[in-house]
């Protein structure tokens, strides 16, 4: 697994890829393009922060032997990186749909 977050859209498009079925032409601008890589970076920089607030919140609950927090944490994790992933690709759709 690679290390860059997959869109929604790539993950269909590998498994029509697996299915021996060509992918969609798309022409995409430049701009389009440096667009979709600043919301990449933004959001990819987001779940990074989050992942690292995690990891000092988890350490907490360890020392603590709070096993409920620890809880609570992941669960508060799963909920924000899913909800980061949605906005990330509703802004990733509005680019691709915008033609100049």
Excluded at 45 to 71: D, P
Excluded at 78 to 88: D, F, G, H
């Amino acid at each position: 697994m690679t290390d860059e977050l997959k869109s929604a859209y790539e993950r269909a498009l590998e498994r029509l890829r697996e299915q021996g079925i060509d992918q969609p032409v798309e022409s995409t601008t430049e701009e389009q393009k440096a667009e979709i890589v600043r919301i990449r970076n933004l959001y990819k920089s987001r779940i990074a922060e989050l992942e690292i607030s995690k990891q000092s919140a988890t350490a907490k609950a360890v020392g603590a032997q709070n096993h409920e927090e620890l809880e609570k944490i992941q669960q508060h994790f799963v909920s924000e990186r899913a909800r980061l992933e949605q906005a990330m690709e509703r802004e990733l759709a509005a680019v691709r749909r915008t033609k100049d």
